[in-house]
């Protein structure tokens, strides 16, 4: 029971109100302010939800001044060290890591799941060939709902870790064969044989029925290092507690939708620049900078007030202090720096903008640090990805996080539509 009370003062009244603290098991303390409306007869107000908890979780914990993050209580620099991506889901989805057995049959569960409906295929032929594929992505998990309507009942509990099991294994196959279409080559299958991400590298990028892929020089395979640093990218984008994408696919869980509808729409919301669509956005301005000299004439621009130039892949509405993603990715960078070629003018020039940007008072006084899209670019650009790919990599990351919290939103018997009120200012 909380112990702590909050009280209120209307002043124009002389009224007061008294509301619970509730205590979590980390961070900030949260005030009960549910009955609000029905005591004061007014709104919070709160546009961008800069200071409220829009729900209890128990999936992932940030500490935005410290740049900590932890999924099920273990550290992001744990996982990402000593786990791989499959671990990652297994953990988000399970509360603990998978002991070897588990995860055998865990990772044999989705590499079967891996293949996609044949009449789903076709959707693909109705986009033109340059569409985003983040645009068909969207669309095709969209179709996936009315593929796998009746197979699911959203009310049994029971079904939904298959459901789960299911997105997470066909995410990489829609963005692969999205990727593919766009470029007017056939598909890759699913290769059963093969792990989890090096699967979704060689849906991306082999011949069919030859062992060169389409960048290569020779006959080489796809590297192990590549594999390990792409699976480490989808480990650091698995969940990130209640992010704009997550709240979207909270807000359609709460309305009783398809899930699967709940993830197209947290697709839809993550491609925006602000948020996941940032981490092409970065590449773009770097290739748009295009030289080290530059570079300071543009940090002037972002620090104008006039000015909607942002720094693409700095800022964070929770990180006041280094993303601890960010910190993963660049010791990566230098870990494969030779090993992946990463010695390009891209990279002189982020190497620039982080040089001039840490140490700029305007900056500073913002507690504006790189994020993780500033350093995945560089390295998924090293891995010869297109940067029309790092958003649905970004998805493919984050659909372990969003299926998670739709599950905990659908098993937690509090949860409500979600429907807040405005201030009004019209007529
Ligand atoms: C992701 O929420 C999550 O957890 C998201 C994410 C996840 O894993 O799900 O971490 C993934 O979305 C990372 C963020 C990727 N987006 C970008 O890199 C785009 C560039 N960053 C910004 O647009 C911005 O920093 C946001 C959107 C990330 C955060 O915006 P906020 O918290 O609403 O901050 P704000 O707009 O109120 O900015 C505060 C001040 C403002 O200046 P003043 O009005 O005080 O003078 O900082 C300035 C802003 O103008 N500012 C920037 C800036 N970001 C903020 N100025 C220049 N360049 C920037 N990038």
């Known amino acids: 029971m909380p112990t702590n009370t909050f009280s209120l003062t209307n002043n124009q009244t002389g009224e007061s109100y008294k509301y619970n603290i509730l205590e979590g098991t980390r961070g900030p303390s949260v005030l009960d302010i549910r009955t609000f409306f029905a005591d004061t007869g007014m709104f919070t ?44 889901c297994y953990l988000l989805l399970n509360k603990q890591l998978p002991n070897k ?36 992505l969207s669309a095709a998990v969209t179709a996936l709902a009315s593929f796998y309507n009746e197979h699911l009942d959203i009310e049994n509990e029971d079904e939904y870790l298959e459901m789960a099991h299911r997105i997470i294994a066909k995410m990489p196959t829609i963005a692969a064969f999205s990727y593919r279409h766009s470029l007017g080559i056939p598909f890759i299958e699913p290769n059963i044989d093969l792990s989890f991400t090096k699967n979704f590298l060689t849906m991306m990028r082999a011949y069919p029925g030859g062992k060169m892929h389409l960048y290569a020089n020779g006959h080489e395979e796809i590297k192990d290092v590549e594999v390990r640093a792409l699976d480490t990218i989808f480990t650091l984008h698995a969940d990130h507690e209640q992010n704009a994408s997550t709240t979207v696919v909270r807000g359609v869980a709460s309305t009783g939708a398809h899930p699967y509808m709940a993830i197209s729409s947290g697709i839809a919301a993550l491609w925006g620049r602000a948020h996941g ?27 104008d007030p006039n000015d909607d130039f942002r720094l693409m892949g700095f800022g964070h509405r929770v990180y006041k202090n280094f993303d601890p993603r960010a910190s993963i990715l660049k010791s990566l960078q230098d870990e494969l720096h030779d090993a992946l070629n990463l010695d390009t003018e891209l990279m002189a020039i982020a190497r620039k903008i982080e040089e001039i940007a840490l140490n700029d008072e305007y900056f500073i006084s913002r507690k504006l640090y790189p994020n993780i899209d500033f350093y995945t670019g560089i390295i998924l650009t090293a891995l010869q990805i297109p940067k029309s790919m790092f958003t649905p990599i970004f998805v493919i990351g984050r659909t372990v996080g969003w299926i998670t919290q739709w599950i905990e939103f659908k098993k937690d018997k509090t949860s409500k539509i979600a429907r807040p009120r405005q201030l009004y200012r019209g007529k």
């Open 277 to 303: 669509g940032a981490n092409e956005s970065v590449i773009a301005q770097l290739e748009y900078i295009a030289s080290v000299d530059k570079v300071e004439a543009f940090i002037e621009k972002a620090k």
């Open 101 to 136: 057995e588990e995860l055998q049959n865990f990772d044999l569960e989705i590499r079967h799941r891996a293949y996609l409906h044949k009449g789903l295929q076709k959707l693909f032929d109705a986009f033109p060939d340059n569409a985003h594929p983040m645009a068909t």
């Open 45 to 88: 107000y709160d546009p961008g939800f800069t200071a409220t908890a829009a729900c209890e979780s128990t999936i992932t914990f940030i500490d935005g001044k410290k740049g900590e993050l932890r999924y099920r209580g273990i550290a992001i620099e744990d996982l990402a060290k000593h786990h791989t991506y499959l671990e990652t």
